[in-house]
């Protein structure tokens, strides 16, 4: 089966950095996402780990490691217009095609 | 179109009846999903189509739940009798390709579905 943890709530300073954690166990692991999704919006690709390591893309970077079932978001200055949901999905090529698994979603509220 | 597009954005249905949601994904996009968003959670899968064909139905709730695809560009996810517990945000998401390592899937900004 599949499943994939991350917590509920975060809150951070606005200028700060916050890391949200991601762990997972599937059987057809073929990449990890994030995505952000605002209240009421569609979720939006932010970044995208298949190899272990980390993937750099401005403001936002992206971890993973393959054999723990772990990766992390971590976002540097954070500015109001972060606070979001982050949603980490795995895609699961069981089956032949790749699926997207989402977790719950981590709510953060980034504070002045 | 540029993106992909879901109508309506609201849908109000009284217990019982019948309601149809659309997708239109982005022009050229061989995959499309259907997902279900219950308050404060995350997106559940629900069915996935690759072209006109419906690969994985595995997600849907009842057989309340029917979707297609007929020409394999726009999709319908039409649900008959509606029960309160179906009240969520149904996103669509299409991608180019279901099975090349490299493409992301896109989504429609989603129907909210209250059930009264």
């Known amino acids: 089966g599949q499943n994939i943890d991350q917590p509920t709530e975060m809150t951070a300073t606005e200028g700060a950095i916050v890391q949200i954690n991601c762990t997972y166990q599937t059987s057809g692991f073929n990449g990890l996402f994030w995505y952000q999704q605002h209240a009421g919006e569609a979720p939006t690709f932010l970044s995208y780990?298949?190899?272990?390591g980390l993937e750099e893309k401005g403001r936002f970077s992206s971890f993973l490691s393959r054999s723990k079932g772990y990766s992390y978001l971590l976002l540097k200055e954070l500015q109001m217009k972060d606070s979001a949901s982050y949603l980490c999905a795995v895609r699961d090529r069981t089956g032949g095609y790749n699926k997207l698994i989402f977790g719950a979603g981590t709510r953060l509220a980034v504070h002045p | 179109g540029a993106g992909v597009s879901q109508s309506p954005r609201y849908k109000v249905a009284k217990r019982g009846q019948d309601v149809a949601l659309r997708c239109d994904p982005i022009s050229g996009h061989v995959s499309l999903f259907w997902y279900q968003q219950a308050l404060g959670q995350g997106p559940e899968f629900l069915t996935y189509?690759?072209?006109?064909?419906?690969?994985?139905k595995s997600g849907l709730p009842s057989d309340r739940f029917f979707a297609e695809r007929p020409e394999g560009s726009v999709s319908t996810l039409k649900i008959q009798r509606t029960q309160q517990e179906d009240s969520a945000v149904y996103l669509c998401?299409?991608?180019?390709?279901?099975?090349?390592?490299?493409?992301?899937?896109?989504f429609g900004q989603g129907t909210r579905l209250t059930v009264v």
């Open positions: 189509f690759q072209n006109e064909a419906q690969l994985d």
């Open positions: 780990n298949v190899l272990d």
């Open positions: 998401a299409s991608s180019l390709t279901g099975t090349d390592e490299n493409t992301e899937a896109f």
